[in-house]
């Protein structure tokens, strides 16, 4: 069976200190990978998503970046944080080809202060 | 604006009651999901509707879709306190972009014993 794991679980991190957010799945090869957002109150914000290794797409300018190292591998960075940049992070999966649903992993608690 | 309105933003429901959460959009919707969330973790999958006019059930959990694929509903028979949290719908807005979803901005549930 397919797993998706996220790490860490929560993080409190000053303003302008790096931000590194991993997600692995297991159990699937070649997934579509995606990173969400979600503010207090809010529903999920899509940051990036991934179709292969290397291949990032971007959907809303801001101040963090992802990376697709290896097929089961999505990692969310940041240079530097902002107090703008605290939420909940979650990652998805999905298996390419038709109307499958995205599996969420348990998400990231960031705090930025 | 919001491409998914959810309504109401929150509820709060006597147990054993019935309730109906509404999730809109002025778009032809590819792919509907249906997810609840509990505080602070992972988004867990309920159903998934793609036809006009579709229904379907899981245990006192209605999903429906309606025939110009623009609106679907949730309803819950019988509410229980498991059923509490928040619950999002998701779509894909064009066709073939289903598997980029947008969110609504999720509906809190409360169910009181």
């Known amino acids: 069976s397919q797993t998706i794991h996220q790490w860490p679980a929560t993080l409190v991190q000053p303003v302008g200190s790096p931000l590194s957010l991993e997600c692995t799945v297991e159990g699937t090869s070649n997934p579509n990978l995606y990173w969400y957002r979600q503010a207090a109150g809010r529903g999920l914000q899509l940051l990036f998503y991934s179709v292969g290794i290397g291949q990032i797409s971007s959907e809303v300018p801001q101040n963090l970046s992802a990376s697709r190292p290896q097929d089961r591998q999505f990692i969310l960075s940041s240079k530097k944080l902002l107090l703008s940049d605290s939420g909940f992070y979650l990652c998805a999966w999905v298996q390419d080809g038709g109307y499958n649903e995205q599996f969420f992993g348990p998400g990231t608690r960031l705090t930025v202060l | 604006s919001q491409e998914l309105e959810q309504s109401p933003q929150s509820l709060i429901v006597q147990e054993g009651k019935n309730l109906t959460i509404n999730c809109t959009s002025s778009?032809?919707?590819?792919?509907l999901y249906w997810y609840k969330q509990k505080y602070g973790e992972g988004l867990i999958f309920l159903m998934m509707l793609q036809k006009g006019g579709e229904e379907k059930s899981h245990e006192k959990i209605t999903a429906k879709l309606d025939e110009k694929k623009q609106q679907s509903s949730l309803h819950i028979t019988a509410s229980q306190p498991s059923h509490a949290g928040i619950y999002l719908c998701?779509?894909?807005?064009?066709?073939?972009?289903?598997?980029?979803?947008?969110f609504g901005s999720g509906t809190q549930l409360t169910v009181l014993p």
């Open positions: 778009k032809t919707l590819y792919g």
């Open positions: 998701g779509a894909g807005l064009f066709s073939g972009s289903a598997r980029q979803l947008t």
